[in-house]
């Protein structure tokens, strides 16, 4: 256990979810960023002057150009933060659990089910706390949820209608042209976007009472035989781009031009100013058009789920709006519950009357506050294995609330899912 004053974070990977990882312990003050794992330079400043700028007091961060030098240093932290690309891991995750580091893993766990259980394995045998980046149970609102359910307010669940709304740009930006759009090299849509609402569905139906699961879906839209005569290949020379929903002009150079610098556009290039946007747009896979791309993951996807009593159906869908505020419909013996992922509206069968409810979010955290939730649940879990001795079981049960086993277990029903999809089957557990 550190000497120090606080407990001490390694960040590995100093992308999107690093970052947002980063941002929400900030709040507390009992844990710091004490070392930071990435390839990329200008990440890694970024990153590091970043916790200078919200920590008051200036704790020393140690640069790591690659994770396995970080794991050789593992006496300089007391857990890990693992934010790498999916396919990496099992590598990652069970190397730090070898040395006996306790971790928060980014989901999904693994993008197949041999590291998936290879990584549970090895939390379990020597003995380290593992927290998933499942956010949505996390969040005011679902925890807000989950109480109302519990208290009985709309009797026996009998079906629950829940839809991730990815949105168009999103879609484009992260399925499409981005990172996780091939599933040779990461894993498929349903795994990399919804492991996490599959997750929800679990969590409020039960794990022990699903018995069936089926799925249907496909790669609709984003393919060459969909690509308008006049397009070209490239948005920032197409003749029609001012006109195209997918222009990636509109999704990121216009952004930075007007001074919005988004997420988005973080993610695409690590010096944010329009010559290197622009360069990136020209040169890279994110302004390729969106019908050119060699993507060949689902765009619209539904899995149904068979609980005994209860059924729930979860669809992705990338054509959306809204972009990831989950809709979800829930239907009791008393009453139905619908939400948007601000507010919660329940109408009571007996009384005829709707009541609202809007429960507090962090603007500031990702997932309508599970961010900061689910960090805040690793720290105080952490905090009491190693400042007052509690015991890992006891510690996941109290903060974490959810099991490794539980974990595995819900990433087992997307890996079903999927092969029913494939295979068109009606899968019995």
Not at 189 to 214: Q, T
Not at 296 to 306: A, K, T, Y
Request: proline share 3%; net charge negative.
């Amino acid at each position: 256990m550190t000497q120090v004053s606080y407990l001490r974070a390694l960040i590995v990977g100093a992308g999107s979810r690093g970052r947002a990882y980063t941002r929400s312990l900030r709040h507390l003050d009992y844990i710091r960023v004490t070392g930071v794992a990435e390839p990329s330079g200008p990440r890694r400043k970024k990153l590091i002057n970043y916790c200078h700028q919200v920590y008051p007091d200036k704790v020393a961060i140690t640069e790591y150009s690659d994770w396995k030098e970080s794991l050789a240093d593992s006496g300089n932290y007391d857990c890990v933060i693992i934010c790498v690309l999916d396919d990496m891991h099992r590598e990652v995750a069970v190397a730090f659990a070898n040395a006996g580091k306790h971790m928060l893993c980014e989901k999904p766990l693994a993008t197949t089910l041999e590291d998936c259980e290879a990584i549970v394995k090895a939390v379990k045998e020597n003995n380290v706390l593992l927290a998933i980046g499942h956010v949505l149970r996390y969040s005011p609102h679902n925890i807000a949820l989950k109480e109302l359910l519990d208290s009985g307010v709309v009797g026996e669940i009998i079906n629950i209608n829940h839809t991730e709304p990815v949105g168009w740009y999103h879609f484009a930006h992260s399925y499409v042209r981005g990172n996780w759009r091939r599933e040779d090299t990461t894993t498929f849509s349903l795994m990399a976007k919804c492991c996490h609402d599959i997750d929800v569905l679990m969590w409020l139906l039960g794990y022990e009472n699903l018995r069936r699961v089926s799925s249907f879906g496909s790669l609709s839209y984003f393919k060459k035989e969909n690509k308008p005569e006049a397009a070209g290949d490239r948005c920032m020379s197409c003749p029609i781009e001012e006109s195209c929903a997918y222009s990636a002009k509109k999704i990121y150079y216009d952004d930075l031009a007007a001074g919005r610098k988004a997420w988005k556009t973080k993610t695409i290039t690590d010096i944010e100013d329009p010559v290197h946007l622009k360069k990136a747009l020209e040169e890279g896979p994110y302004g390729i058009c969106v019908f050119d791309a060699d993507n060949d993951v689902c765009d619209n996807q539904v899995v149904s789920l068979d609980f005994g009593k209860a059924t729930a159906t979860m669809t992705m869908i990338a054509f959306s709006e809204e972009v990831c505020f989950r809709k979800m419909c829930i239907y009791g013996t008393k009453g139905e519950i619908s939400t948007d992922s601000r507010t919660i509206k329940l109408f009571d069968f007996a009384t005829r009357t709707t009541k609202s409810f809007t429960p507090d979010t962090d603007e500031e955290s990702g997932h309508g506050g599970g961010d900061k939730g689910l960090a805040t649940a690793f720290a105080e879990a952490l905090k009491d294995v190693l400042l007052h001795g509690s015991s890992i079981e006891n510690a996941t049960t109290k903060h974490i609330k959810c099991t490794p086993e539980e974990v595995l277990g819900s990433h087992k029903v997307v890996f079903l899912a999927e092969q029913a999809r494939l295979n068109g089957q009606v899968i019995s557990l």
